[in-house]
């Protein structure tokens, strides 16, 4: 290890964006099913 | 107990009197090897160092036939359902079909060993013993979750295509360990790893011998 | 939309979540050896730790379905599969994204990241088994038995793989967390906690009202009239 690692923000980034659209789509999916039922 | 010994030998019987499974499985194994060696190419090196791998893949693609096979002559024309009539116990049934398909995935092994070693100019460096021991159990520890899903396959009605995805996640372990035990035993073992490798597979076996015997018998009832 | 109690925790998961996830990326320090990338942590840990307890309450769900046949806890394995295996397939993107810069590739046979892919596949097998079997106890009967050898699966995999792994070369991961960095990461903890407690509850009501409506049986026609007599 030669430190700390610089910069990288754009796989932060990533990560939570992933992270929050995984979880908001899937609400989104599980009330669009609840108003289909 | 008595059960398994009777469906056992049940088994050994139906396959012994016709063999044909048994010649296509070791057809099919043959096959896939000289499919791994034209994949790799001409490079010796690397054919010798992975030989343990093409035994083992060639034997998990060989016993997704076996299962699938061995399970359907059991509901063919609803012949389970008959047998649980008879006071057959489930976990009987079970144990029994699953040391058959052992032992059947034995006998395949046990000829791919040597092709092995011809096609991958392969030897073995410690003793052979350990690599029977290698195959025992990880034989046996593809045959006995691979019998309970080939139950559950049977019972979806030929849904085929699911039991390797099925039986996938439960296979590493067993692959991972087989591998490198067999691996070993081809190309040294300085650091006296194989024992460690053959522990892991013994617990695999230990797990799933048990677990899969108990819920054998809800996979047929329903 | 009715809104029951899962709701209300599930909207207080997401407030605990956005505060730890905001307090995490641009108020914490960047971590000692992983700099910002180590920010990754709060959606990533969390992630992990909640994913597995989803696995596990699905493991007993099956257990119990197994056991009583009630659909109740048959509709618990289906919403913990379910919910878990978003999460899973969350924590493999994440654990491969925060890979890239701290190892230099995306994919490394990790025994965790390794372990995660597996889980995919034998969860995702319960899934698909639900969606083939319509007969509602076969059903029952068949997923259940794969989630509960799907999940006693996970150890032995995870402990194949890492010998596996450690004989080739040791991985290092980070394993003590700072202390500034702790407050934020426990609060991610319980968001998401609360965030999947809601939306596996959410999506149990959701199952239950759709197996009972499966098996119940057709309502009876009218009652005839009583014949006329004749006079």
């Excluded at chain 1, 290890?1 to 989104?28: K, R």
């Excluded at chain 3, 709060?42 to 009583?68: E, K, N």
């Amino acid at each position: 290890m030669t430190g700390m690692i610089q910069g990288g923000w754009e796989f932060v980034w990533a990560v939570y964006g992933i992270t929050w659209a995984g979880l908001f789509f899937y609400a989104l999916h599980l009330f669009r099913s609840e108003r289909d039922q | 107990m008595k059960t398994t010994l009777n469906i056992l030998w049940k088994d050994v019987l139906i396959e012994w009197r016709t063999r044909s499974r048994t010649v296509a499985l070791l057809s099919f194994a043959y096959t896939i090897l000289l499919l791994f060696a034209f994949a790799i190419g001409p490079d010796s090196a690397a054919l010798r160092q992975h030989a343990g791998a093409y035994l083992w893949l060639g034997l998990l693609l060989s016993s997704t036939l076996l299962l699938d096979s061995s399970m359907r002559i059991e509901f063919e024309a609803g012949a389970i359902s008959k047998l649980l009539l008879a006071p057959v116990s489930a976990p009987g049934l079970f144990y029994g079909k699953a040391i058959a398909n052992t032992i059947q995935l034995w006998i395949i092994g046990a000829v791919s060993v040597p092709m092995v070693f011809v096609v991958c100019d392969a030897t073995v460096v410690e003793s052979s013993g350990w690599l029977a021991l290698t195959l025992a159990l990880g034989a046996a520890g593809l045959a006995a979750p691979g019998t309970l899903y080939s139950a559950m396959i049977a019972r979806l009605s030929g849904k085929q295509l699911l039991l390797p995805l099925m039986l996938f996640p439960l296979v590493v372990p067993v692959i991972v360990s087989a591998v490198k035990a067999t691996s070993l035993v081809m190309m040294g073992d300085p650091m006296n790893q194989i024992g460690s490798w053959l522990a892991l597979l013994l617990c695999f076996n230990l797990v799933y011998w048990g677990l899969c015997g108990v819920l054998f018998g809800r996979v047929v009832e329903a | 939309m009715k809104a029951n109690w899962e709701i209300g925790v599930g909207l207080f998961g997401l407030i605990l979540l956005i505060w730890a996830h905001y307090t995490g990326l641009f108020v914490a320090p960047p971590e000692a050896m992983m700099g910002d990338v180590g920010r990754i942590l709060y959606a990533h840990v969390p992630t992990a730790w909640v994913g597995l307890s989803t696995y596990l309450v699905a493991f007993i769900a099956a257990v119990g379905a197994i056991w009583s046949g009630k659909w109740a806890w048959d509709a618990m394995v289906e919403a913990s599969v379910e919910v878990g295996l978003l999460l899973n397939a969350l924590l493999l993107i994440q654990g491969s994204l925060w890979a890239k810069p701290t190892w230099g590739v995306y994919w490394t046979w990790d025994p965790r990241l390794t372990t995660c892919a597996i889980m995919v596949v034998a969860f995702g097998v319960v899934l698909a088994l639900r969606r083939q079997i319509e007969e509602p106890m076969r059903r029952l009967t068949m997923s259940s038995i794969a989630t509960i050898i799907a999940f006693v699966n996970v150890p032995i995999v995870y402990l194949s793989v890492k010998w596996w792994r450690t004989l080739h070369q040791p991985y290092s991961s980070p394993e003590t967390v700072d202390s500034a960095m702790v407050t934020p990461l426990r609060v991610a903890a319980f968001g998401m906690l609360f965030l999947a407690t809601g939306f596996v509850v959410r999506r149990w009501r959701q199952v239950h009202r759709q197996l009972k409506a499966e098996v119940q049986a057709p309502d009876l026609p009218d009652a005839p009239s009583p014949l006329a007599v004749e006079d």
